[in-house]
């Protein structure tokens, strides 16, 4: 899992999952109702790909298509389950106790701990898009837990800005990881720096185009980077969106 | 295997875990049952993920955990 690498969006996993049949009792809407998901990493049915990246197991680029579409209410435990909403709206409903609803830039953690059930719905006829990061905790079985925030891309233009982990104003999830969102539009160069050595980076490009060293990324192309002190991001004159999950071996 | 200490194994599915420990006595599986010893074809409980789709975890339990038997427990 340590060796650096580049993933173009069209090596990912991909599954597209109907509201009826075989995945029913997971999947809800109206019989024309369609979850897609592009896996970076093993998830269901896509079994061929990388197992995870240091702390995190799934990276979903998912998209919920038609009213009513989603995942109907299932059981969890001690996974902490990100989603950051891209596109439409996103409701959210789990046994922490909380009916939530998100639109872009929004997103949550919840921590599945000793137990929990969610459920995620698309009630609108747009398009839901978001992007489901799962990561490993540090403990079993904790409490479970439920918080949310909120990226504000205009307020935070050609900024980095951490929404999970261990700083100020981002959402607290136990375990060492940090979610990271850049939103430039201009070209700019974004100097990362790990909080050691011996920690991972996993970046992802939602919009625009990214260099690192020689290699380009374009949209939902993503790359591994382990053992560097310093990474150098260049975003492209474009609009560019990226995402940086920074974590623990 | 005599000897090795028991083991933790985590669902990628949902996030279910077995406990050789502990077992799964409501699935048929006694404490002490060894993840070798389960058989191939069977399937987390939660959700239905295959035995292969599980990862052995070294992950310490929170404070309090595991709880014990629904018997034992008092209300707050």
Known sequence: MHANFVMRASER????????????????????????????????????????????????????SGAGCG????????????????????????????????????????????????CELNLKSDDMHAIYIWIMPDQLFLPPSYSRSHFD?????????TLVGNADGALRVSQDIKVSRLVSDASMTLNYAPTSTSHGVYAFVLEGEVARDEITLGR??????????????????????????ETAP | MIGESLKRFMCMGCGFLYDEVFGLPEHGLAPGTRWADIPEDWVCPDCGTPKHRFEMVEIP???????????????A
């Open chain 1, 13 to 64: 996993g991909y599954n597209k999952f109907l509201s009826t049949g075989e995945s029913s009792s997971y999947i809800g809407g109206h019989p024309e109702a369609i979850v897609t998901r592009h896996s970076s990493f093993n998830f269901g049915p896509y079994e061929t790909g990388r197992a995870g990246f240091g702390r995190v197991r799934v990276f979903g680029d998912e998209t919920f």
């Open chain 1, 71 to 118: 995942y109907n209410i299932h059981p969890h435990h001690n996974f902490i389950i990100c989603a950051f909403v891209l596109q439409g709206q996103l409701t959210h409903v789990n046994t922490v106790g909380n009916i939530d609803q998100l639109t872009p830039g929004d997103f949550y953690a919840f921590s599945a701990g000793s137990g929990g059930k969610h």
């Open chain 1, 153 to 161: 891309a205009l307020a935070n233009r050609n900024k980095l800005v």
């Open chain 1, 220 to 245: 939902r192309d993503s790359t591994g980077i382990w053992g560097a002190q310093r990474i150098e991001f260049r975003t492209g004159t474009q609009e560019t969106d990226l995402l940086i999950v």
């Open chain 2, 61 to 75: 339990y929170a404070a309090g955990q595991p709880l014990p038997p629904a018997s034992a427990q008092q209300t």
